[in-house]
């Protein structure tokens, strides 16, 4: 086992670098050994997996994976972390050609120089929606994975109908994986300590139910009713489709209640009425 990074490294690796922890960049670096190898294991990470790592930061969580991936992949924005990064992994002893760094934006990386097959980040509660969609939308060879994210944000990803929680998030990530709620973490582990309370995502890749054209149009009925969650479905959706009357149409095509509220249906549901919309324009 590799000895990885403590709170006292942590700091002198900043220090050196002259690193200050912003909250622009959501930097909250994990200064807990035990957390690193807990994330690690409840992604069920395997000597085969090429792991994707989001937001690296002083490399705590990537030394944690490069004790058994066969590879690391790690996207951070910013030039002195991503450039200290194999500096870090070097002195523990680990073979830098293990080690791919992406120096970019996620929100702007649109390809990797390697497939990855498992995700497992700690990610900037600023985006951490908007990048675990990216992810699972642009690469498909990713097959599951661990986030850690502001509770807030968990429990929204992990959310069923009916709960207060629920919203698009809960219903977009449905249409690569199914997500689930994975524990707490403690503020105590991240330097320096955020004002809010983390947890852990973890989600698995299924089939998706249809192509590209039908998530677009999936995604803009999902947004369309949860903009307007209190309204009925058929009044939430009807700018989305062209009016009312098209509204209750696909609606009753999908054989959905065209008085139900969206926060009630599920991503079949609106698959269901993607597609009735499709066949109606198609007619």
Same mark, same amino acid.
């Given at each position: 086992m590799l000895n990885l990074l403590g709170a006292a490294e942590i700091r002198e690796i900043a220090e050196r670098i002259g690193v200050n922890p912003t909250k622009k960049l959501g930097q909250n670096f994990v $200064?807990? !050994?035990?957390?690193? /190898?807990?994330? $690690?294991?409840t992604a069920d990470v395997q000597p085969t997996d090429v792991a994707l790592e989001i937001g690296p930061g002083l490399g705590s969580l990537?030394? @944690?994976l490069l004790e058994i991936a066969q590879e690391v992949v790690a996207v951070e924005i910013d030039t002195r972390l991503a450039d200290e990064l194999p500096v870090t992994v070097a002195r523990h002893d680990v073979p830098i050609d293990r080690l791919t760094i992406v120096n970019k934006d996620a929100l702007e990386v649109t390809e990797l120089p390697i497939q990855p097959t498992v995700l497992v980040a700690n990610l900037p509660?600023?985006?951490? $929606?908007?990048? =675990?969609? /990216? *992810?699972l939308e642009l690469f498909p060879s990713l097959n599951s994975g661990v986030v850690m994210v502001q509770s807030e944000v968990a429990d929204r990803l992990a959310a069923t109908p009916g709960s207060k929680s629920y919203g698009s998030p809960s219903v977009k990530a449905t249409w690569w994986a199914d997500v689930t709620a994975a524990g707490n973490v403690a503020r105590s582990i991240f330097w320096p300590v955020p004002n809010v309370d983390s947890s852990l995502v973890k989600f698995v890749r299924h089939e998706s139910p249809g192509d590209e054209a039908l998530r677009?149009?999936? *995604? /803009?009925?999902?947004? @369309?009713? *949860?903009?307007?969650?209190r309204k009925m479905l058929r009044g939430a959706i009807a700018d989305a489709v062209?009016?009312? !009357?098209?509204?209750?149409?696909?609606?009753?095509?999908a054989g959905i209640d065209p008085n139900c509220r969206g926060e009630t249906l599920v991503l079949k549901d609106y698959v !269901? =009425? @993607?597609n009735a919309f499709a066949k109606r324009n198609n007619a």
């Open positions: $200064v807990d !050994a035990n957390t690193c /190898r807990r994330i $690690v294991k990537t030394l @944690a509660y600023n985006v951490s $929606v908007p990048v =675990l969609l /990216r *992810f677009v149009m999936t *995604f /803009r009925l999902i947004d @369309a009713a *949860f903009a307007q969650r062209g009016g009312s !009357a098209v509204a209750i149409e696909i609606i009753e095509a !269901a =009425l @993607a």
